[in-house]
């Protein structure tokens, strides 16, 4: 079981919005610790997409946005497009864990 | 640019001991963490540990600890992963990454900014 759970899956029509979710407890989102998103092509190593909640890195469309309130965070994402379709994963920091960087189960978005 | 390149694939039996690899270039690699992430097969990822190659500060998810040892060399701007006695569950893709952080809300936050492309490691006898 991961320290931050998200939905294991999510699906949407192209030109849509979908979010996903990840929630956490007490030791970390609810500490005040900031999440953190990446995405996972199939076949391809993780890049990351949103940083410090809400933050996009170069080169990420501004499609992608995130936010955090309380022991959640959320990613969304706004006119889905097929090449969206992959795996997404949160990730926090937890203060239980000895300095663990911890990350949510991820969720596979598909684009219908 | 900033590169981490990885180590390639290994095939190992159970038993066996293993070191993979990650050369970063484009950036200080002293004066950043670099750690490692599994992606067991179908699976999510699990942060391993994470280590700062100026002065060898390593740092282990409790889950990790014991079962594996991150080192680096600065010298030539790699870190490594290693397995004294591999198990069938060892069998994974392996990511190193780069860890940036800033100063949040009264604490210092992490996240991966670079990831290697990965190094599939398989144990069977």
């Known amino acids: 079981q991961s320290v931050l759970t998200q939905p294991p899956s999510v699906s949407g029509a192209p030109g849509q919005r979908v979010t996903i979710s990840c929630t956490g407890s007490s030791s970390n989102i609810g500490a005040g610790y900031d999440v953190h998103w990446y995405q996972q092509l199939p076949g391809t190593a993780p890049r990351l997409l949103i940083y410090?909640?809400?933050n996009r890195p170069s080169g990420v469309p501004d499609r992608f946005s995130g936010s955090k309130s309380g022991t959640s965070a959320s990613l969304a994402i706004t006119g889905l497009q097929a090449e969206d379709e992959a795996d997404y994963y949160c990730q926090s920091y937890d203060s239980s864990l000895s300095g663990s960087r911890v990350f949510g189960g991820g969720t596979k978005l598909t684009v219908l | 640019e900033v590169q981490l390149v990885q180590s390639g694939a290994e095939v190992k039996k159970p038993g066996e001991s293993l070191k993979i690899s990650c050369k970063g270039s484009g950036y200080s690699f002293t004066n950043y963490w670099i750690g490692w992430v599994r992606q067991m097969p179908g699976k999510g990822l699990e942060w391993m540990g994470i280590i700062y190659p100026g002065d060898s500060d390593t740092r282990y998810s409790p889950s990790f600890q014991g079962q594996v040892t991150i080192s680096a060399d600065k010298s030539i701007s790699t870190a490594y992963l290693q397995w004294s006695s591999l198990k069938a569950s060892d069998t994974a893709m392996y990511y190193c990454?780069?860890?940036?952080?800033?100063?949040?809300?009264?604490?210092?936050?992490?996240?991966?900014?670079?990831w290697g492309q990965g190094t599939l490691v398989t144990v069977s006898s």
């Open positions: 990454v780069s860890q940036n952080y800033y100063y949040g809300s009264g604490t210092y936050e992490y996240y991966f900014d670079y």
């Open positions: 410090g909640n809400s």
